[in-house]
């Protein structure tokens, strides 16, 4: 998830959703997130109920393992981005491919209607993008910062979208970046509330959604990994453009790689499911 988190547009949380533990990491956050509402409500009782429900021995080893690939491989794929552009992107390009594909199967019961809803929200989500990086907002107030956290948040943990996308959207990017450099502490205080109001009420929303229509929720979802395989198109026309270019001299490369991206989702999946078969063996004895 977190070299997920690295790539420009693919999410945590479409490796999340592949492997199997998307609706397990939505609870547990769900639940930290009630936990610390009754915390600022002085409501002691509740909050040791929904703190003990929280899964922190999932939790907590995924957390490190997210930030131990973002300090690990950070530099790595910063590197291979400039020097491998494209077949770094059909990499990613065939890891989306994939895990729409497989994302599709963990609909309980596919209709028409389904399929409706993932075309729908993909085709939606492809023209957005088409639009590019909005203009950078200048001199952004403190309410600015607040809203960029909670929409960058609500982005990364659904898949197909990342944050840094949503920031680049809506002009924030370089704001939140200038004042990460800057250490403008005031105005990244204000964009991590933004992220944590984002993350509780959006955790809420989600995980009922998912408990009442899951099938629904989950063909919206395939969608937004659909429409974002904009992003990681091999061939921009331009540098940091987001029209589509022709495929070049380099196809049989960029093929290669995303042959290999769709076989490492598919194998990551297949193993999931193994571990998952023996475990519910293993509860039946």
């Known amino acids: 998830m977190g070299a997920a988190d690295l790539v420009p547009g693919v999410s945590g949380g479409t490796i999340a959703l592949v492997i199997g533990i998307y609706e397990r990491l939505i609870a547990s956050v769900r639940e930290g997130s009630l936990a ?3 915390l600022i409500r002085a409501d002691s009782g509740k909050f040791k109920g929904h703190f003990r429900a929280v899964e922190w021995s999932f939790l907590l080893p995924l957390l490190g393992g997210i930030l131990t690939a973002v300090i690990s491989l950070a530099r790595l794929l910063e590197h291979q981005l400039e020097t491998n552009a494209e077949v770094m992107a059909g990499v990613f390009f065939g890891l989306v491919v994939g895990s729409v594909l497989i994302a599709w199967r963990l609909i309980r019961s596919p209709e028409p ?4 809803i993932g075309l729908a929200v993909g085709i939606t989500l492809f023209v957005l993008l088409g639009f590019g990086e909005g203009s950078i907002v200048s001199d952004p107030t403190l309410l600015a910062f607040l809203g960029a956290g909670a929409l960058a948040i609500c982005a990364m943990i659904l898949p197909g979208i990342s944050g840094s996308l949503i920031l680049l959207l809506i002009g924030m990017y370089a704001p939140v970046l200038a004042a990460v450099n800057d250490r403008d502490y005031l105005s990244l205080g204000i964009f991590i509330l933004g992220a944590t109001l984002g993350l509780a009420l ?3 929303i989600l995980h009922w959604s998912l408990q009442h229509h899951h099938d629904v929720v989950l063909a919206a979802l395939v969608g937004l990994m659909a429409g ?3 992003v990681v198109w091999p061939w921009p026309d331009g540098v940091d453009s987001p029209a589509l270019g022709k495929p070049d001299v380099a196809v049989f490369g960029v093929v290669v790689a ?10 990551v999946a297949r193993l999931a499911t193994s571990r998952e078969k023996v475990s519910e063996q293993q509860q039946t004895v």
């Open 36 to 38: 610390l509402g009754s």
């Open 113 to 116: 209607k389904h399929f409706a």
């Open 202 to 204: 959006f955790s809420q």
């Open 228 to 230: 974002s395989l904009r």
């Open 258 to 267: 995303g042959i290999v991206g769709f076989g490492f989702v598919y194998l």
